[in-house]
């Protein structure tokens, strides 16, 4: 089993900054894929950015050049720096590791932009 526990969140102004990390920990394997996810009220779940076990990384356009994607092996743990924040970013953010072809979900941490 796997566990994943975020955290980082939390509410800022438009044009400043977070960071948000998700920690591993149970029956990790050598070779997966983090990443992150939102989710909007009344919205679809979407992908933010992933990163492979190698640091292939993968971004949603609506976020590139402004977010980081970035893991520490040894700590299982991936993070996400998030710049020049907008009110549209205002979501659930989620935690995902998959491997296996089996996908594992954090609990999820606030992040709110006010304009």
């Known amino acids: 089993q796997v566990q994943l526990v975020e955290s980082g969140g939390g509410l800022v102004q438009a044009g400043g900054a977070l960071r948000l990390s998700c920690a591993a920990s149970g029956s990790i394997r050598n070779i997966n894929v983090m990443g992150w996810y939102r989710q909007a009220p009344g919205k679809q779940r979407e992908l933010v950015a992933t990163i492979t076990s190698g640091g292939s990384t993968n971004y949603a356009g609506s976020v590139k050049g402004r977010f980081t994607i970035s893991r520490d092996n040894a700590k299982n743990t991936v993070y996400l720096q998030m710049n020049s924040l907008k009110p549209e970013d205002t979501a659930a953010y989620y935690c995902?590791?998959?491997?296996?072809?089996?996908?594992?979900w954090g609990q999820g941490t606030q992040v709110t932009v006010s304009s």
């Open positions: 995902n590791l998959r491997q296996l072809m089996y996908d594992y």
